[in-house]
Nanobody, 126 residues
Framework: QVQLVESGGGLVQPGGSLRLSCAAS????????MNWYRQAPGKQRELVAQ???????NYAESVKGRFTISRDNAKNTVYLQMNRLKPEDTAVYYC????????????????????WGQGTQVTVSS
């Protein structure tokens, strides 16, 4: 089976930087878009950044110019470089993979419309 495992969260002061990573495990043939979402306490989960299989990137207005999403297809990994962090960036950040084709436990190709990681906490505070 395929799993998404995030890393890189933590506590950082305002103005600081963090880099999140999300690696997809398993035998993967293709992933369409890879996305980062976040959810702050009491708020809905929101899309922060997206990168398509063609490396087209989209960002939420609130993070444009501060966050950069990238992916390494050979490693099935997506990154989120977060600079000039603000207290309002505090949230649990979730990795999401859209349109995943992978090798199932039965040894046959399988498809998942969407996979989620377990989330990683990012806290921006002085």
């Amino acid at each position: 089976q395929v799993q998404l495992v995030e890393s890189g969260g933590g506590l950082v002061q305002p103005g600081g930087s963090l880099r999140l990573s999300c690696a997809a495990s398993g035998t993967i043939f293709a992933i369409n878009a890879m996305n980062w979402y976040r959810q702050a306490p009491g708020k809905q989960r929101e899309l922060v950044a997206q990168i398509t299989s063609g490396n087209k990137c989209n960002y939420a207005e609130s993070v444009k110019g501060r966050f950069t999403i990238s992916r390494d297809n050979a490693k099935n990994t997506v990154y989120l470089q977060m600079n000039r962090l603000k207290p309002e960036d505090t949230a649990v950040y979730y990795c999401n993979a859209d349109g995943v084709t992978y090798l199932s436990n039965r040894g046959t190709p399988d498809y998942s419309a969407g996979l989620w990681g377990q989330g990683t906490q990012v806290t921006v505070s002085s």
